[in-house]
C-alpha cells in the first residue's frame, strides 16, 4: 500500500555542498524507481529514474543509486544550490503500474 | 513536451457543496490518468486510476460514490467531490501517463488545493 507520512524529515544543507537524500522502498518486484522534486504548491517534478537491473544513474548534477539487498535508494546532488531546496519524494513503480510514494524529505539550502 | 494542466488551481467551497476538478493532457493523449491526495507535509496518496472510456479503478478506502471519476476523452478526466465536507480539504493532483512512453513514466499536473469550509 502507500507510504504515508505524519512528518517530514529535513535535510539542512550549506549552498554548494552535496546532499544526499535517502529512501527505502518496499516491493522487490518494482521494476522502476523515481525521485520526484516538489516545490510547495506544485505537483511533483520527475528528477531521474532507475532500472532495478541497474545500481547507479548519473543525471545533471543528480546521481541516484539503488541498493536491491536492502531495498535502499538514494538521490545525490552535487553543488546543491538554493533553487533545490524543495520536498523530494522517491516512487517505486510497483507490478501492477502504479506508483507508490515514499515519505518524502525536506531540503533545505542555506546561504 | 508531456504538459499537464489541473483546473482550477485552487478553489474554496461550502460543506455539503460539489465541486469539479479537470485534468488535461495538453501535447499528448492520455491512455491512463492518475488522481492522488496529498495532505499537508505527507506523501501522494493514489486514490484511482482512469483509462478513457473505461470506468475508474479506485483505491481500497476511497469512496467511489464520493470521488466521482470521469475519463471520457484522451485528454480528459474530471475529479468530482461531492458532499464535499472540511476533510476533503486537501491537494488534488492528477497524473497522466501515454502508450507512446514507458509506462512508469507519468507526467504530473500542478494539483488543486481544495478548501471545504
Known amino acids: 500500500g502507500e507510504s504515508v507520512g505524519l512528518h517530514l524529515p529535513t535535510l539542512s544543507v550549506q549552498e554548494g555542498d552535496n546532499s544526499i537524500i535517502n529512501c527505502a522502498y518496499s516491493?522487490?518486484?518494482?521494476?522502476?524507481f523515481i525521485w520526484y522534486k516538489q516545490e510547495s504548491g506544485k505537483g511533483p517534478q520527475f528528477i531521474i529514474d532507475i532500472r532495478s537491473n541497474m545500481d547507479k544513474r548519473q543525471g545533471q548534477r543528480v546521481t541516484v543509486l539503488l541498493n536491491k539487498t536492502v531495498k535502499h535508494l538514494s538521490l545525490q546532488i552535487a553543488a546543491t544550490q538554493p533553487g533545490d531546496s524543495a520536498v523530494y519524494f522517491c516512487a517505486e513503480n510497483s507490478d501492477t503500474d502504479k506508483l507508490i510514494f515514499g515519505t518524502g524529505t525536506r531540503l533545505q539550502v542555506f546561504p | 513536451g508531456a504538459v499537464v494542466s489541473q483546473h482550477p488551481s485552487w478553489v474554496i467551497c461550502k460543506s455539503g457543496t460539489s465541486v469539479k476538478i479537470e485534468c488535461r493532457s495538453l501535447?499528448?493523449?492520455?491512455?491512463?490518468m492518475f488522481w492522488y491526495r496529498q495532505f499537508p507535509k505527507q506523501s501522494l496518496m493514489l486514490m484511482a486510476t482512469s483509462n478513457e472510456g473505461s470506468k475508474a479503478t479506485y483505491e481500497q478506502g476511497v469512496e467511489k460514490d464520493k470521488f466521482l471519476i470521469n475519463h471520457a476523452s484522451l485528454t480528459l478526466s474530471t475529479l468530482t467531490v461531492t458532499s464535499a465536507h472540511p476533510e476533503d480539504s486537501s491537494f488534488y493532483i492528477c497524473?497522466?501517463?501515454?502508450?507512446?512512453?514507458?509506462?512508469?513514466?507519468?507526467?504530473f499536473g500542478p494539483g488543486t488545493r481544495l478548501t471545504v469550509t
Open positions: 497524473s497522466a501517463r501515454t502508450r507512446a512512453r514507458r509506462l512508469h513514466e507519468q507526467y
Open positions: 516491493n522487490s518486484a518494482s521494476d522502476y
Open positions: 501535447d499528448f493523449q492520455a491512455t491512463t
